[in-house]
């Protein structure tokens, strides 16, 4: 028999991981870049094509893995990234180091479509938004203690001894979910005909069109938070950590309240509420470029709505279309990751052309429109009462 609340909290462990590993490059651009000899800008693609990467994982590896035990499976793509990290501390150059990043994040980048489909196994129909959103505050706590602590601990330590960290981080989440996790747990098998449905339902395909839009206006700057407040404010280190100490934190507060306010309110006005946010703080950070202070709190604004939104995305998505759920997530994070793919490449070509005064401006065009396609979306049902076909497990 295992505890609902372990599972959770390995899943959410593991998340945490990953968010931490695909972010990891932003938290020290400016010691790659040092370390490596290679200008920002070029750092930059560590984190654009490795958004490409992980965008076109997630449907691949969830028709390649449908009929895997979820518990082996999750806990594989885990020990993957430790060797990646580990293998990362000792790459000898910029290329071998990008080399490595894309193959670990080649099965990292499914491993949250996975995990939030797997939460939504271990509970009832009312319970599955939460223990979602649960599931996803590893990704919120990555934002929140990870990044914060990688721009410091960074220029303390080094790169490669960052690398190694999380490395180590990995392979303990490794073991946490063998030891979490009850076996026999499955995804509904995916074959073609579930991935055609996907884009043949009008409300999924808009859904995913928010995710992608969501992600691409964030990562404009997200990518490139402490440049930018270096060349604006002349923040130190310091400053840069606590801006992302001020957006992590609120990301903390946004997604427990999501969770807590979904069960009342819906996915829909949840999403609603938490993408004003967003959109507030990407209007602040833009109209306040240059002043520290507005930054600062455009960021905090912004990151209230950075993981809720995301996590009620993929509530919505599983409630619209419970049976297409599987598929229907997976090309969620595809959606997402191709979001933060175009979204970094946009901040990187104008961070280089020395057009970084624009940057916010662009972010804010981009998640607004998001909240616009949010708004047709509002008629979308909460739950269609279909339920699950997957295999549930027993707890205590």
Known sequence: MFSRQFTVG???????????????????LADLASGLGVPIGTVGLLISL???????????????????????????ILLWLALGHFASAFAPGYASL?????????????????AAGTAALLGSDDQRASLIASVLLGWALAIAVGLPLISVTAPLIGWRETYGLIGALAAAGFLALLLAMPSGLKGAPVIFATWR??????????????????????????????PLLTQFTGATPHGIAIVFMLFGAMTLVGNVAAA??????????????????????????????????????????????????????????????????????????????????IGSG??????????????GFVALALVASAFGVLWLTRFAPEECGEGF????????
């Open 10 to 28: 390995a899943l959410a462990l593991g998340n945490f991981i990953v968010g931490l590993s695909i972010l990891l490059p932003t938290g020290m």
């Open 50 to 76: 490795g958004a490409i990467v992980v965008c076109l994982s997630p449907p691949f590896v969830a028709w390649l893995t449908s009929r895997f035990d979820r518990r082996l499976l999750l806990s594989a």
């Open 98 to 114: 990008l080399g490595i990043r894309l193959a670990m994040l080649a099965f990292a980048g499914a491993f949250t479509s996975l």
């Open 197 to 226: 449905a996907v884009c043949r339902s009008r409300q999924l395909l808009l859904l995913l069109l928010i995710t992608c839009l969501l992600a691409a206006g964030q990562l404009v700057v997200i990518a490139f938070v402490g």
């Open 260 to 341: 807590q306010l979904v069960k009342g309110w819906g996915a829909f006005k949840t999403s609603a509420v938490f993408m004003v946010c967003i959109v507030a703080g990407a209007a602040l950070w833009a109209a306040g470029t240059g002043l520290y202070p507005l930054m600062a709190a455009g960021a905090a604004i912004w990151g209230l709505g950075f993981a809720a939104a995301s996590a009620m995305q993929q509530v919505r998505l599983i409630a619209t279309a419970p049976r297409l759920s599987t598929a229907s997530v997976a090309i969620n994070n595809t959606a997402l990751y191709l979001g933060q793919a």
């Open 346 to 359: 946009i901040g990187s070509v104008l961070f280089t052309r020395g057009q970084s005064d624009i940057m």
């Open 389 to 396: 076909v997957e295999a549930s497990p027993q707890f205590d």
